[in-house]
Protein backbone atom coordinates (compact mmCIF):
# COMPACT_ATOMS: atom_id res chain seq x y z
CA UNK A 1 0.00 0.00 0.00
CA UNK A 2 3.06 2.51 0.78
CA UNK A 3 3.26 2.78 -3.32
CA UNK A 4 0.29 4.22 -3.45
CA UNK A 5 0.82 7.18 -0.80
CA UNK A 6 0.49 10.66 -2.06
CA UNK A 7 4.40 10.95 -2.34
CA UNK A 8 3.59 14.99 -2.14
CA UNK A 9 2.10 14.47 1.18
CA UNK A 10 4.59 12.17 2.39
CA UNK A 11 7.38 14.30 1.71
CA UNK A 12 5.89 17.74 3.63
CA UNK A 13 4.91 15.39 6.78
CA UNK A 14 8.86 14.60 7.00
CA UNK A 15 9.44 18.11 6.23
CA UNK A 16 7.45 19.58 9.14
CA UNK A 17 7.09 16.91 10.78
CA UNK A 18 9.39 14.69 10.95
CA UNK A 19 6.96 11.83 11.80
CA UNK A 20 9.13 8.38 10.76
CA UNK A 21 8.03 7.55 7.13
CA UNK A 22 9.27 4.11 7.28
CA UNK A 23 6.41 3.27 10.70
CA UNK A 24 4.03 5.07 8.79
CA UNK A 25 4.42 2.93 5.79
CA UNK A 26 4.30 0.01 7.56
CA UNK A 27 1.43 0.13 9.69
CA UNK A 28 -0.17 0.91 6.52
CA UNK A 29 0.87 -1.92 4.62
CA UNK A 30 -0.17 -4.13 8.10
CA UNK A 31 -3.65 -2.53 8.03
CA UNK A 32 -4.79 -3.58 11.71
CA UNK A 33 -8.05 -2.83 11.85
CA UNK A 34 -8.90 -1.12 15.47
CA UNK A 35 -12.07 -1.28 16.90
CA UNK A 36 -12.82 1.03 19.75
CA UNK A 37 -16.73 1.27 21.75
CA UNK A 38 -17.41 4.31 23.99
CA UNK A 39 -19.81 2.93 26.76
CA UNK A 40 -23.05 4.84 27.99
CA UNK A 41 -21.99 5.87 31.69
CA UNK A 42 -25.99 6.37 31.55
CA UNK A 43 -27.07 3.09 31.08
CA UNK A 44 -24.22 0.52 32.72
CA UNK A 45 -23.42 -2.90 31.75
CA UNK A 46 -20.94 -6.19 31.84
CA UNK A 47 -20.41 -5.47 28.03
CA UNK A 48 -16.72 -5.75 26.98
CA UNK A 49 -16.06 -6.23 30.60
CA UNK A 50 -11.95 -7.36 29.11
CA UNK A 51 -11.70 -4.60 27.23
CA UNK A 52 -8.89 -2.44 27.59
CA UNK A 53 -8.85 1.43 28.42
CA UNK A 54 -8.20 4.52 26.35
CA UNK A 55 -6.10 6.61 28.01
CA UNK A 56 -7.56 9.58 26.78
CA UNK A 57 -11.29 9.20 27.88
CA UNK A 58 -13.26 7.70 30.79
CA UNK A 59 -15.23 5.77 28.80
CA UNK A 60 -13.39 4.51 25.44
CA UNK A 61 -12.46 0.86 25.06
CA UNK A 62 -10.48 -0.67 22.52
CA UNK A 63 -11.81 -4.46 21.62
CA UNK A 64 -9.62 -7.60 21.15
CA UNK A 65 -11.69 -8.15 17.68
CA UNK A 66 -14.57 -6.81 15.97
CA UNK A 67 -17.66 -8.38 17.09
CA UNK A 68 -20.79 -8.56 14.98
CA UNK A 69 -22.63 -4.97 16.52
CA UNK A 70 -25.83 -5.15 14.59
CA UNK A 71 -26.09 -8.79 16.55
CA UNK A 72 -25.63 -7.28 20.09
CA UNK A 73 -29.05 -6.44 21.50
CA UNK A 74 -27.01 -3.69 24.11
CA UNK A 75 -25.98 -2.01 20.76
CA UNK A 76 -29.66 -1.44 19.37
CA UNK A 77 -30.50 -0.20 23.67
CA UNK A 78 -27.59 2.20 23.59
CA UNK A 79 -25.17 1.05 25.83
CA UNK A 80 -22.57 2.03 23.75
CA UNK A 81 -21.67 4.10 20.53
CA UNK A 82 -18.93 2.53 18.30
CA UNK A 83 -15.83 5.34 17.53
CA UNK A 84 -12.85 6.10 16.44
CA UNK A 85 -10.33 6.39 19.18
CA UNK A 86 -8.77 9.50 18.54
CA UNK A 87 -11.67 11.27 18.06
CA UNK A 88 -12.73 10.70 21.64
CA UNK A 89 -9.73 13.10 22.65
CA UNK A 90 -12.70 15.60 22.54
CA UNK A 91 -13.49 14.24 26.01
CA UNK A 92 -10.06 15.24 27.45
CA UNK A 93 -10.21 19.26 25.91
CA UNK A 94 -13.55 19.49 27.27
CA UNK A 95 -12.42 18.48 30.64
CA UNK A 96 -8.97 20.61 30.26
CA UNK A 97 -10.79 23.53 28.60
CA UNK A 98 -14.50 24.19 30.00
CA UNK A 99 -16.06 23.99 33.38
CA UNK A 100 -18.49 20.85 32.57
CA UNK A 101 -20.29 21.87 35.86
CA UNK A 102 -21.61 24.99 34.40
CA UNK A 103 -24.87 25.15 32.61
CA UNK A 104 -23.62 25.05 29.14
CA UNK A 105 -25.14 26.10 25.72
CA UNK A 106 -22.92 23.82 23.27
CA UNK A 107 -22.81 23.42 19.29
CA UNK A 108 -21.81 20.22 17.55
CA UNK A 109 -21.78 21.86 13.56
CA UNK A 110 -21.37 19.22 11.87
CA UNK A 111 -22.72 16.03 13.48
CA UNK A 112 -23.15 13.12 11.87
CA UNK A 113 -23.70 9.83 12.50
CA UNK A 114 -23.37 11.23 15.93
CA UNK A 115 -20.27 10.01 17.79
CA UNK A 116 -19.16 13.41 19.10
CA UNK A 117 -22.42 14.25 19.98
CA UNK A 118 -23.07 11.32 22.28
CA UNK A 119 -19.39 12.28 23.75
CA UNK A 120 -20.63 15.24 24.49
CA UNK A 121 -23.52 14.39 25.65
CA UNK A 122 -21.93 12.07 28.32
CA UNK A 123 -20.35 14.85 29.82
CA UNK A 124 -22.86 17.90 30.09
CA UNK A 125 -24.82 18.04 33.38
CA UNK A 126 -28.69 17.99 32.86
CA UNK A 127 -29.31 21.98 32.54
CA UNK A 128 -27.08 21.82 29.93
CA UNK A 129 -28.11 21.88 26.21
CA UNK A 130 -26.60 20.03 23.47
CA UNK A 131 -28.02 21.29 19.59
CA UNK A 132 -26.12 18.42 17.53
CA UNK A 133 -26.55 20.02 13.70
CA UNK A 134 -25.96 18.04 9.80
CA UNK A 135 -26.73 20.10 7.26
CA UNK A 136 -27.00 16.87 4.54
CA UNK A 137 -30.81 16.05 5.38
CA UNK A 138 -29.82 11.89 4.24
CA UNK A 139 -27.50 11.76 7.24
CA UNK A 140 -29.96 13.32 9.86
CA UNK A 141 -31.73 10.11 10.81
CA UNK A 142 -28.93 8.27 11.45
CA UNK A 143 -27.74 11.31 14.08
CA UNK A 144 -31.32 11.21 15.49
CA UNK A 145 -31.46 7.47 16.17
CA UNK A 146 -27.72 7.73 17.55
CA UNK A 147 -28.98 10.45 20.13
CA UNK A 148 -32.21 8.71 20.82
CA UNK A 149 -30.36 5.24 21.73
CA UNK A 150 -28.41 7.69 24.27
CA UNK A 151 -31.27 8.44 26.03
CA UNK A 152 -30.73 12.08 27.45
CA UNK A 153 -33.27 14.63 27.17
CA UNK A 154 -31.29 17.60 26.82
CA UNK A 155 -30.60 17.26 22.85
CA UNK A 156 -31.70 18.98 20.16
CA UNK A 157 -31.33 17.50 16.31
CA UNK A 158 -31.29 20.18 13.62
CA UNK A 159 -30.66 20.42 10.13
CA UNK A 160 -29.58 23.61 9.28
CA UNK A 161 -26.63 25.31 7.22
CA UNK A 162 -23.85 26.64 9.03
CA UNK A 163 -24.60 30.35 8.45
CA UNK A 164 -28.46 29.85 9.69
CA UNK A 165 -26.51 30.04 13.06
CA UNK A 166 -25.65 33.68 13.10
CA UNK A 167 -29.39 34.10 13.79
CA UNK A 168 -28.09 33.15 17.40
CA UNK A 169 -25.53 35.57 17.31
CA UNK A 170 -23.41 35.15 21.17
CA UNK A 171 -25.32 32.31 21.86
CA UNK A 172 -22.87 29.13 22.43
CA UNK A 173 -20.55 28.64 24.83
CA UNK A 174 -18.80 25.68 22.77
CA UNK A 175 -18.98 24.96 19.31
CA UNK A 176 -17.43 21.99 18.01
CA UNK A 177 -16.58 21.97 14.18
CA UNK A 178 -15.38 17.92 13.04
CA UNK A 179 -14.84 19.40 9.85
CA UNK A 180 -15.47 18.06 6.23
CA UNK A 181 -11.94 17.09 4.61
CA UNK A 182 -9.78 15.31 2.38
CA UNK A 183 -9.94 12.08 4.69
CA UNK A 184 -6.73 11.01 4.55
CA UNK A 185 -6.37 9.86 8.32
CA UNK A 186 -8.89 6.90 7.62
CA UNK A 187 -6.37 5.56 4.71
CA UNK A 188 -5.62 2.73 6.39
CA UNK A 189 -9.03 2.27 8.11
CA UNK A 190 -10.66 3.06 4.65
CA UNK A 191 -8.07 2.20 1.49
CA UNK A 192 -10.53 2.76 -0.76
CA UNK A 193 -10.40 6.85 0.21
CA UNK A 194 -7.08 6.44 -1.27
CA UNK A 195 -8.32 6.89 -4.60
CA UNK A 196 -10.39 10.31 -4.01
CA UNK A 197 -7.65 11.62 -2.69
CA UNK A 198 -5.89 14.92 -4.39
CA UNK A 199 -3.97 18.13 -4.01
CA UNK A 200 -7.30 19.23 -5.39
CA UNK A 201 -9.46 18.59 -2.78
CA UNK A 202 -7.44 19.16 -0.54
CA UNK A 203 -7.82 22.54 -1.30
CA UNK A 204 -11.38 22.79 -2.24
CA UNK A 205 -12.10 21.19 1.37
CA UNK A 206 -9.90 23.97 2.66
CA UNK A 207 -12.41 25.96 1.36
CA UNK A 208 -14.98 24.57 2.49
CA UNK A 209 -13.29 24.38 6.17
CA UNK A 210 -13.18 28.18 5.87
CA UNK A 211 -16.83 28.69 4.79
CA UNK A 212 -17.98 26.67 7.45
CA UNK A 213 -16.31 28.47 10.15
CA UNK A 214 -16.76 31.52 9.23
CA UNK A 215 -20.42 31.11 8.69
CA UNK A 216 -20.89 30.03 12.40
CA UNK A 217 -18.84 31.97 14.31
CA UNK A 218 -20.60 34.69 15.25
CA UNK A 219 -23.60 32.50 17.33
CA UNK A 220 -20.22 31.44 19.78
CA UNK A 221 -20.30 33.68 22.75
CA UNK A 222 -17.52 35.80 23.96
CA UNK A 223 -15.05 33.40 25.71
CA UNK A 224 -16.51 30.77 24.13
CA UNK A 225 -14.54 27.62 22.88
CA UNK A 226 -13.99 26.53 19.55
CA UNK A 227 -12.65 23.43 18.85
CA UNK A 228 -11.64 22.57 15.13
CA UNK A 229 -10.55 18.82 13.98
CA UNK A 230 -10.15 17.05 11.05
CA UNK A 231 -9.53 13.39 10.06
CA UNK A 232 -7.09 15.35 7.49
CA UNK A 233 -2.98 15.25 7.64
CA UNK A 234 -2.81 17.83 5.50
CA UNK A 235 -1.69 20.98 6.86
CA UNK A 236 -3.52 23.34 4.60
CA UNK A 237 -6.45 21.85 6.35
CA UNK A 238 -4.82 21.68 9.84
CA UNK A 239 -2.17 24.21 11.10
CA UNK A 240 -2.95 26.45 8.14
CA UNK A 241 -6.94 26.69 9.04
CA UNK A 242 -5.60 27.54 12.48
CA UNK A 243 -3.58 30.37 11.03
CA UNK A 244 -6.36 31.75 9.46
CA UNK A 245 -8.54 31.90 11.89
CA UNK A 246 -6.33 34.01 14.11
CA UNK A 247 -5.48 36.20 10.79
CA UNK A 248 -9.58 36.73 10.14
CA UNK A 249 -11.09 36.79 14.03
CA UNK A 250 -10.43 37.88 17.65
CA UNK A 251 -9.23 34.86 19.12
CA UNK A 252 -6.74 33.49 21.22
CA UNK A 253 -5.10 29.90 21.08
CA UNK A 254 -5.62 27.29 23.53
CA UNK A 255 -3.37 24.90 24.26
CA UNK A 256 -4.27 21.26 26.10
CA UNK A 257 -2.21 19.68 28.26
CA UNK A 258 -1.61 15.96 27.28
CA UNK A 259 0.76 12.91 28.39
CA UNK A 260 3.58 12.13 26.92
CA UNK A 261 2.99 8.38 26.74
CA UNK A 262 0.02 9.19 24.48
CA UNK A 263 2.36 9.81 21.87
CA UNK A 264 -0.18 12.57 20.76
CA UNK A 265 2.35 15.21 18.36
CA UNK A 266 1.78 18.72 19.32
CA UNK A 267 2.48 20.84 16.53
CA UNK A 268 2.54 24.66 16.09
CA UNK A 269 1.50 26.37 13.29
CA UNK A 270 3.58 28.43 11.12
CA UNK A 271 2.30 31.85 11.35
CA UNK A 272 1.25 32.59 15.05
CA UNK A 273 2.46 29.11 16.50
CA UNK A 274 -1.11 28.20 16.85
CA UNK A 275 -1.19 24.30 18.87
CA UNK A 276 -2.56 21.68 17.21
CA UNK A 277 -2.75 17.74 17.84
CA UNK A 278 -1.87 14.74 15.77
CA UNK A 279 -2.77 11.42 15.44
CA UNK A 280 -0.56 9.10 13.72
CA UNK A 281 -1.48 5.78 13.35
CA UNK A 282 2.32 4.50 14.09
CA UNK A 283 2.38 5.99 17.61
CA UNK A 284 -0.99 5.82 19.05
CA UNK A 285 -4.26 3.12 18.77
CA UNK A 286 -6.12 5.30 16.44
CA UNK A 287 -6.60 6.90 13.35
CA UNK A 288 -5.52 9.81 11.58
CA UNK A 289 -6.86 12.91 13.44
CA UNK A 290 -5.98 16.50 13.68
CA UNK A 291 -8.04 18.72 16.70
CA UNK A 292 -7.05 22.54 17.20
CA UNK A 293 -9.23 25.05 19.94
CA UNK A 294 -9.42 28.93 20.89
CA UNK A 295 -10.95 31.11 23.26
CA UNK A 296 -13.30 33.71 21.46
CA UNK A 297 -12.37 37.29 22.86
CA UNK A 298 -14.61 39.52 21.27
CA UNK A 299 -18.21 40.08 21.86
CA UNK A 300 -21.10 39.34 20.11
CA UNK A 301 -24.61 41.40 20.44
CA UNK A 302 -27.19 38.78 21.98
CA UNK A 303 -29.65 37.36 20.02
CA UNK A 304 -33.17 38.02 21.67
CA UNK A 305 -35.04 35.80 22.89
CA UNK A 306 -39.00 35.26 20.90
CA UNK A 307 -41.96 36.92 23.51
CA UNK A 308 -44.54 35.15 21.92
CA UNK A 309 -46.18 32.23 24.35
CA UNK A 310 -45.36 28.84 23.41
CA UNK A 311 -48.69 26.91 22.78
CA UNK A 312 -49.90 25.11 26.46
CA UNK A 313 -50.96 21.59 25.72
CA UNK A 314 -53.94 20.23 27.02
CA UNK A 315 -54.13 19.75 30.18
CA UNK A 316 -55.93 16.28 29.86
CA UNK A 317 -53.52 15.04 27.58
CA UNK A 318 -51.00 16.21 29.68
CA UNK A 319 -52.25 14.44 33.04
CA UNK A 320 -52.01 11.58 30.58
CA UNK A 321 -48.32 11.82 29.23
CA UNK A 322 -46.96 12.64 32.85
CA UNK A 323 -48.18 8.95 33.99
CA UNK A 324 -45.80 7.93 31.58
CA UNK A 325 -42.33 9.59 32.68
CA UNK A 326 -40.57 9.95 35.29
CA UNK A 327 -41.84 11.81 38.34
CA UNK A 328 -38.26 13.56 40.09
CA UNK A 329 -37.06 15.42 37.30
CA UNK A 330 -37.84 18.67 36.25
CA UNK A 331 -39.76 18.05 32.61
CA UNK A 332 -42.15 20.09 30.66
CA UNK A 333 -44.46 18.82 28.37
CA UNK A 334 -44.93 20.73 24.69
CA UNK A 335 -46.81 19.70 21.91
CA UNK A 336 -45.10 18.50 18.85
CA UNK A 337 -47.77 18.38 15.93
CA UNK A 338 -50.01 15.74 16.86
CA UNK A 339 -47.95 14.40 19.48
CA UNK A 340 -45.77 15.36 22.93
CA UNK A 341 -42.67 15.70 23.60
CA UNK A 342 -40.60 16.34 26.98
CA UNK A 343 -38.14 18.62 27.78
CA UNK A 344 -35.55 19.67 30.28
CA UNK A 345 -37.92 22.72 32.63
CA UNK A 346 -35.85 25.03 32.51
CA UNK A 347 -35.30 25.04 28.77
CA UNK A 348 -38.53 26.11 27.34
CA UNK A 349 -37.27 29.40 26.43
CA UNK A 350 -34.31 27.89 24.80
CA UNK A 351 -36.28 25.44 22.68
CA UNK A 352 -38.88 28.26 21.99
CA UNK A 353 -35.86 30.40 20.51
CA UNK A 354 -34.16 27.37 18.64
CA UNK A 355 -37.43 26.64 16.98
CA UNK A 356 -38.03 30.32 16.05
CA UNK A 357 -34.56 30.61 14.30
CA UNK A 358 -33.47 26.99 12.78
CA UNK A 359 -35.29 23.86 11.33
CA UNK A 360 -35.39 21.00 14.19
CA UNK A 361 -35.87 17.81 13.54
CA UNK A 362 -35.70 16.56 17.42
CA UNK A 363 -36.43 18.62 20.16
CA UNK A 364 -35.69 16.37 24.10
CA UNK A 365 -37.82 13.27 23.73
CA UNK A 366 -41.10 12.49 21.80
CA UNK A 367 -43.13 10.61 24.43
CA UNK A 368 -45.98 10.08 21.78
CA UNK A 369 -49.75 10.73 20.75
CA UNK A 370 -52.91 11.10 22.57
CA UNK A 371 -55.12 8.81 20.83
CA UNK A 372 -58.85 8.48 22.88
CA UNK A 373 -57.88 8.06 26.50
CA UNK A 374 -54.33 6.44 25.79
CA UNK A 375 -50.90 7.16 24.96
CA UNK A 376 -49.57 5.46 21.92
CA UNK A 377 -45.77 5.69 23.15
CA UNK A 378 -43.02 6.84 20.95
CA UNK A 379 -40.08 4.70 19.97
CA UNK A 380 -38.05 7.34 21.54
CA UNK A 381 -39.41 7.42 25.05
CA UNK A 382 -38.55 3.23 25.11
CA UNK A 383 -35.17 4.50 24.57
CA UNK A 384 -34.93 7.06 26.94
CA UNK A 385 -33.89 8.00 30.80
CA UNK A 386 -37.13 9.60 31.29
CA UNK A 387 -39.44 6.50 31.32
CA UNK A 388 -41.56 5.87 34.67
CA UNK A 389 -40.37 2.82 36.32
CA UNK A 390 -43.94 1.68 36.76
CA UNK A 391 -44.48 1.53 33.26
CA UNK A 392 -44.70 -2.51 32.04
CA UNK A 393 -41.65 -4.39 31.04
CA UNK A 394 -41.14 -7.84 29.63
CA UNK A 395 -37.38 -8.98 29.72
CA UNK A 396 -36.61 -11.43 26.68
CA UNK A 397 -33.98 -13.42 26.40
CA UNK A 398 -31.05 -13.25 23.43
CA UNK A 399 -33.49 -15.15 20.79
CA UNK A 400 -36.46 -12.91 21.85
CA UNK A 401 -34.46 -9.93 21.83
CA UNK A 402 -32.96 -10.74 18.26
CA UNK A 403 -36.58 -11.81 16.84
CA UNK A 404 -38.49 -8.57 18.09
CA UNK A 405 -35.15 -6.49 16.52
CA UNK A 406 -36.13 -7.95 13.14
CA UNK A 407 -39.83 -7.83 13.50
CA UNK A 408 -40.71 -11.05 13.17
CA UNK A 409 -43.76 -13.01 14.81
CA UNK A 410 -42.49 -13.31 18.73
CA UNK A 411 -44.61 -15.32 21.38
CA UNK A 412 -44.59 -14.32 24.44
CA UNK A 413 -46.92 -15.56 27.29
CA UNK A 414 -48.22 -15.09 30.85
CA UNK A 415 -47.84 -11.07 30.69
CA UNK A 416 -50.41 -8.59 31.01
CA UNK A 417 -52.22 -7.10 28.18
CA UNK A 418 -51.37 -3.38 27.10
CA UNK A 419 -48.25 -1.61 26.19
CA UNK A 420 -44.89 -3.37 27.79
CA UNK A 421 -41.57 -2.01 27.25
CA UNK A 422 -39.37 -4.89 25.33
CA UNK A 423 -36.14 -4.75 27.12
CA UNK A 424 -32.54 -6.99 27.06
CA UNK A 425 -30.62 -7.30 29.98
CA UNK A 426 -33.08 -4.96 31.61
CA UNK A 427 -32.39 -2.17 29.00
CA UNK A 428 -35.10 -0.44 26.83
CA UNK A 429 -35.36 -2.05 23.34
CA UNK A 430 -38.63 -0.75 21.86
CA UNK A 431 -43.09 -1.03 22.68
CA UNK A 432 -44.70 -3.95 22.00
CA UNK A 433 -48.54 -3.95 22.19
CA UNK A 434 -49.83 -7.40 24.23
CA UNK A 435 -53.42 -8.48 23.18
CA UNK A 436 -55.48 -11.40 24.17
CA UNK A 437 -54.01 -13.50 21.24
CA UNK A 438 -51.27 -11.90 20.08
CA UNK A 439 -48.39 -9.51 20.24
CA UNK A 440 -47.72 -6.57 18.19
CA UNK A 441 -44.39 -5.61 17.49
CA UNK A 442 -43.96 -1.54 17.60
CA UNK A 443 -40.17 -1.45 16.53
CA UNK A 444 -39.76 1.55 14.05
CA UNK A 445 -39.70 -0.76 10.61
CA UNK A 446 -36.88 1.45 9.30
CA UNK A 447 -34.87 0.14 12.15
CA UNK A 448 -35.15 -3.19 12.02
CA UNK A 449 -32.27 -5.74 11.60
CA UNK A 450 -32.16 -7.01 7.95
CA UNK A 451 -28.80 -8.96 7.93
CA UNK A 452 -29.09 -12.93 8.94
CA UNK A 453 -27.70 -13.40 11.88
Not at 51 to 56: F, N, S
Not at 108 to 135: H, M, V, Y
Not at 309 to 336: G, M, Q, Y
Amino acid sequence: MSNKLPSSLIKRLNEEFGFEEHLFFKVHEEAEQLTSIRLNPFKKSDVFPDAALIPWTNNGRYLQERPSFIADPLFHAGCYYVQEASSMFLEHILREAVDLDEELRILDLCAAPGGKSTLISSLINQDSLLISNEIIKTRVPVLADNLTKWGRINTVVSSNDPRDFQRLAGYFDVMVVDAPCSGSGMWRKDPGTLNEWSEANVALCSQRQQRILADAYPALKEGGLLIYSTCSYSREENEEIADWLFDNFDLSPVRIPTNSSWNIVETESEKHHCPGYRFYPHKVKGEGFFVSCFKKNEEESPVATPRSKPIKPNKNDTAIVETWIRTDSDLAIIPVKESYAAIQGGQLEDIQLLQSKLYLKKSGVMVGKIVGKDLVPDHELALSLILNERISRTELNYEQAISYLRKDELRIYEISQGWSLMCYSGFGLGWAKILPNRLNNYYPKELRILKDI
